[in-house]
């Protein structure tokens, strides 16, 4: 009868012993896949009422924003999936929970390249776990400004076109905004910039025109300003944002604006994680 028992034991850790191997293939399989040479990835990150947005490109990684710290062990588990070891760029638009409030975990479990963001401190615990985290790491903050240069690879430029003041009555506006341009495609990401913001972009005459647009403070009506969105001229509006969250986001002026001028929108809210794809000539959504 122990013998019995042992053989079973020993057949069920051969079995799990399989499964575990074929689950691992698996993802190795889906990683591959994610790294197709010359291929940008960008993956808009379903991390609730917050942003996370993540940029792939022959085998480099960048960050824009790590989500509310709810969101924490989901998007650490995204980011393994996808294959990334190390994030070549991190950007922290703004110093508001729903945006960094993951970013101490995201510090502590990747190896860093450079980190980005805009000269606005803040008092919260979020805040000051994301400072002792990177000081933990040796990592020091490059100032995200407008003009500012980022380098992720040779094959795509990446310039940050604001903020272009030093000072704001409102920390959304705070944010840094990037273009980011592979040949033919664009793709603009916002934070939470709201009109000010908007407004003195427009007035430095940056070139704002983009195929996709990551919409402003999560389809807010205090951002995507008509004047804006007549600039940027975008096909695709992403919006980041939670289900049935307590903001009204997005915003029913938002969602007329975009109807109105016939841009496709998608939402973490409705379609959980987005990943678009260029080649630098066109731009698909992954299924």
Do not use: W
């Amino acid at each position: 009868m122990k013998y019995k028992y042992l053989k079973i034991l020993t057949i069920f850790v051969i079995v799990l012993s399989l499964m575990l191997t074929a689950c691992a293939n698996d993802v190795n399989q889906s990683v591959k896949v994610n790294n197709k040479k010359d291929e940008l990835k960008i993956h808009y990150i379903d991390v609730g009422q917050g942003d996370s947005i993540l940029i792939q490109i022959n085998g480099k990684n960048m960050l824009i924003d790590a989500g509310p710290r709810s969101s924490s062990d989901k998007l650490l588990k995204y980011l393994n999936t996808m294959g990334v070891k190390k994030l070549d760029v991190i950007l922290a638009t703004h110093p508001h929970e729903d945006h960094i409030g993951s970013m101490a975990s995201v510090i502590k479990n990747f190896d860093l390249g450079d980190f980005y963001a805009p000269k606005i401190t803040s008092n919260t615990k979020t805040f000051e776990n994301m400072i002792t985290a990177l000081k933990d790491k040796n990592k020091k903050i490059n100032v995200a400004k407008a003009g500012v240069k980022i380098n992720l690879d040779n094959k795509i430029n990446c310039e940050l076109i604001a903020p272009n003041s030093s000072s704001y009555d409102n920390i959304n506006n705070y944010s840094a905004v990037l273009k980011l341009t592979y040949n033919n495609t664009a793709f603009l990401f916002t934070g939470d910039a709201e009109k000010v913001s908007e407004k003195e972009i427009l007035q430095k005459n940056f070139d704002v025109k983009a195929d996709v647009l990551k919409l402003g403070h999560h389809g807010s009506s205090t951002s995507s300003s008509k004047e804006f969105l007549e600039k940027v001229s975008p096909k695709y509006a992403i919006i980041s944002c939670g289900k049935n969250n307590d903001y009204g986001h997005p915003h029913k002026e938002t969602l007329s604006e975009m109807k109105k001028r016939n841009i496709k929108i998608y939402r973490t809210d409705l379609d959980g994680n987005i990943i678009l794809i260029s080649d630098g000539k066109n731009i698909s959504k992954q299924p």
